[in-house]
């Protein structure tokens, strides 16, 4: 049987270097198997507190808000991103 994911990928850049964001949720359920990483670090694992595909989305956002709060992260085009 196949597993099935969803992600959330999004293209920036982190420090004016070019970054992608990345979020899976789900393998047999929406909420099993969740985690964030940027570029080809290793996945941060997380446990989603929710049962929505777009509040357990917005917890992996959240936690990637949190770990690049220091850094700056910007649309390819170098706006501000709004991390939606």
Do not use: H
């Amino acid at each position: 049987m196949n597993s099935m994911s969803i992600r959330w990928v999004k293209n920036v850049l982190i420090n004016d270097e070019k970054s992608t964001l990345e979020i899976q949720i789900g393998d047999r359920t929406i909420g099993d198997k969740c985690y964030t990483r940027i570029n080809n670090e290793l996945e941060v694992w997380f446990e989603n507190l929710y049962e929505t595909r777009s509040d357990i989305i917005a917890q992996g956002i959240d936690l990637l808000k949190m770990r690049l709060e220091s850094k700056s992260v910007t649309y390819p085009d170098g706006t501000p991103y709004d991390w939606q």
